[in-house]
């Protein structure tokens, strides 16, 4: 198993956070990635539920050789 760990120096506003966080997902899935491995993103938008509220609607395709 691998565990890294990640430091954020605070303070930080939430926005700020959240581009952090799909930044260091982004590149920890092109680290473990290999040849014909990876995550694309096909579509990454805001959208408004009725019932929940605002949210983001992301669709992704995993592609796995092993």
């Known amino acids: 198993m691998l ?3 990640y430091r954020i ?3 930080l506003t939430v926005e700020e956070y959240k581009l952090g966080q799909l930044y260091m997902i982004a590149k920890h899935s092109h680290e473990q990635s290999e040849k014909g491995d990876g ?3 096909v ?3 805001p959208c408004e539920h009725p019932k ?3 949210g983001q609607r992301t669709e992704k395709r995993i592609y796995l050789s092993r």
């Open 39 to 41: 995550v694309e993103v």
């Open 3 to 5: 565990i890294k760990e």
């Open 52 to 54: 929940y509220g605002k």
């Open 9 to 11: 120096c605070m303070p």
């Open 43 to 45: 579509c990454n938008e």
